[in-house]
């Protein structure tokens, strides 16, 4: 069982940066993806990017490639996944949540299914 908590959304003005945070405590035996996803309001919950466990290796989606970059630090009894935004957009307002996944390895894109844990999510709102 993996916890984890996000903190760092706020408010911010197109063009803009902003850098997520999750804390990611617990038992990482069985963990092998950390992922970020959103969800804005009427919409589904969407992939945003996803770090492998063991060579951290990256995926993102299409809308964020070349905008948004995901890493993670492994300190003593907790993981830090970051999700550094920029070049923000007013389309990506939304509620972004920190999610564990025990699949290592996809070659198709990863959905909210692949994900067993879940954070309750930090709201990044940005303005025109």
């Known amino acids: 069982q993996v916890d984890l908590v996000e903190f760092g959304g706020g408010l911010v003005q197109a063009g803009g940066s902003l850098r997520l945070s999750c804390a990611a405590t617990g038992h990482f035996f069985n963990t092998g993806t950390l992922g970020w996803f959103r969800q804005a309001p009427g919409k589904e919950r969407e992939f945003v990017a996803a770090i492998s466990w063991s060579d951290s290796r990256t995926s993102y989606a299409e809308s964020v490639k070349g905008r948004f970059t995901i890493s993670k630090n492994n300190a003593e009894n907790t993981v830090y996944v970051y999700l550094q935004m920029n070049s923000l957009v007013t389309e990506d307002t939304a509620v972004y949540s920190c999610?564990?996944?025990?699949?290592?390895?996809?070659?198709?894109?990863?959905?909210?299914?692949?994900?067993?844990?879940w954070g309750q999510g930090t709201q990044v709102t940005v303005s025109s």
């Open positions: 999610a564990a996944s025990g699949i290592l390895y996809k070659t198709t894109a990863w959905d909210s299914t692949d994900f067993r844990s």
